[in-house]
T-cell receptor, first 115, second 112 residues
């Protein structure tokens, strides 16, 4: 399967703990996106990378959130000092850059539950 | 990106065509119409996109009105597996902007 993969698929943590999620994009895609989705809502954009450069960050991405894509391949999203409001599905997507359709291909998501 | 308006939910009988409408009255000339869907507990899946001409692929057809202020996604022969939330999104293609802006979408229920 050459689609977008995310690990872990589920994470349960206690409030105040740090968590890290990983996303492996489709190999030839140089853009990588992170979204967050809460129950009953559509996905909300968090941030995106083109290669290793983080080009855009949403206001939703508080200072407790940090994302990296050190070699322009996989990416990690870390949440420090988790809060119950961080409970959500965290989705990763990838695409080619520029012109044409550059549609985004999504992974299955990581479901975070903060107790 | 322009805002879109979709019905909250729709039902469709299995085997019939599902027609999902979307209003995007403030769409700009360089914005495309995209459709994604999200089956329960999965990530969103790209369906189709278009600028002003009607488009068809193996999944669906996209009909865009001449004034581009609305569009319809057509699933020609809906199956139970097409039950999902369908999102209509308008966005500029290319450039530095990357994100998709999702609304709440239309929850399509295909019934036997």
């Amino acid at each position: 399967d050459t689609g977008v993969s995310q690990n872990p698929r589920h994470k349960i943590t206690k409030r105040g703990q740090n968590v890290t999620f990983r996303c492996d994009p489709i190999s030839e895609h140089n853009r990588l996106y992170w979204y967050r989705q809460t129950l009953g809502q559509g996905p909300e954009f968090l941030t995106y990378f083109q290669n290793e450069a983080q080009l855009e960050k949403s206001r939703l991405l508080s200072d407790r959130f940090s994302a990296e894509r050190p070699k322009g391949s996989f990416s990690t999203l870390e949440i420090q000092r988790t809060e119950q409001g961080d409970s959500a599905m965290y989705l990763c997507a990838s695409s080619r850059a520029g012109g044409g359709g550059n549609e985004q291909f999504f992974g299955p998501g990581t479901r975070l539950t903060v107790l | 990106d322009a805002k879109t308006t979709q019905p909250t939910s729709m039902d469709c009988a299995e085997g019939r065509a599902a027609n999902l409408p979307c209003n995007h009255s403030t769409i700009s000339g360089n914005e495309y119409v995209y459709w994604y869907r999200q089956i329960h507990s999965q990530g969103p899946q790209y369906i189709i996109h278009g600028l002003k001409n009607n488009e068809t692929n193996e999944m669906a057809s996209l009909i865009i009105t001449e004034d581009r202020k609305s569009s319809t996604l057509i699933l020609p022969h809906a199956t139970l597996r097409d039950t999902a939330v369908y999102y209509c999104i308008v966005r500029v293609v290319g450039g530095s902007q990357g994100n998709l802006i999702f609304g709440k979408g239309t929850k399509l229920s295909v019934k036997p």
